[in-house]
């Protein structure tokens, strides 16, 4: 048997094969004393060892340091989840331009035994399932435990997360209801983007419902909608590309809205992840989280006299 399905079999359900492969190739885990590869055969008779990170990389300053650490809203937490709101602006864990100041830290800072969790390759992604972009704000579910970790991502592979986002867009959108099918892949030209266009795209469902349809400030503006948006995938930016290609891009995107798109509002993408709805790993209840809504959604809404309660929004919208 080759040695990361024999490990991955040991360990399950607390770690993945793939997280097992990595712990071999970080040689954490040895074969009769000796390091090996994830390919290895293991026979009857081999002694296999498995070691613990090192403390001292959970304490590496370079990786993390705690006055980095920006305060995060936390819906709900117990021993094995953690349900946050995003606020925009903030990345989830650390990459190249954006070292600290992450959803990551606030976390460390908040749950430092969540550290514990640290991939055994070094990156510091402990607990994150799921990603929402920078300036999308919003409901966000995080691991407390291996066991946690594993369950959750079982759950958004097999798509059996249920995700609601409210996003404002450009212009008044024609149909009330509609499903966008249309594979989303690395743009072709501009790495930074993703379209419709690519040469390898992956295939992505969004439905769309329009909440509200409301008529310009200016006689030379288009009008804006209030539109739901339930996800059956999850590609990079799927929701923006997918509403941009219809030619209502959600206000306040700069990349696929162009500039001066905010209606004076938004100086982000005007899209929030409102609600989502799992499966708690350990009691296998059905929960449902609501993100309250931010400062620029509330008062765009209060503007054209709608409730800006996420509570009330959340389930007026879903009556339509």
Known sequence: MRLDVFVSMRLAP?????????????????????????????????????AAMPAGALNDPSIYKEGDAPEISVIFDDDEIIVVNKPAGMTVHPAPGHPNGTLVDALLARFPEMAAMAEPDGVLRP?????????????????????????????????????TYLAIVKGKVARERLTIERPVGRHPIERKRMSVRSNAPRDAVSHITVIARFDPADADEMGTSLVRVKPDTGRMHQIRVHL???????????????????????????????????THPRAGERLEFIAPLPVDFEEFLATKKLASDAGELRSWIELK
């Open 127 to 163: 607990g994150i399932v799921h990603r929402l972009d920078k300036d999308t704000s919003g409901v966000m579910v995080v691991a407390r435990t291996p066991f946690a970790r594993t369950a959750l991502s079982r759950q958004f592979k097999d798509r059996s997360v249920s995700k």
């Open 244 to 278: 941009a290609s219809i030619g209502h891009p959600c206000l306040g995107d700069p990349l696929y809205g162009g500039k001066g798109s905010g209606a004076g509002f938004f100086h982000r993408q005007a899209l929030h992840a409102l609600a989502l709805s799992l």
């Open 14 to 50: 607390e770690y993945s094969r793939s997280q097992v492969a990595r712990m071999i190739k970080a040689g954490l885990v040895t074969v009769n004393g000796a390091a090996a590869r994830a390919s290895s055969g293991v026979r009857t008779g081999d002694r296999i060892e498995v």
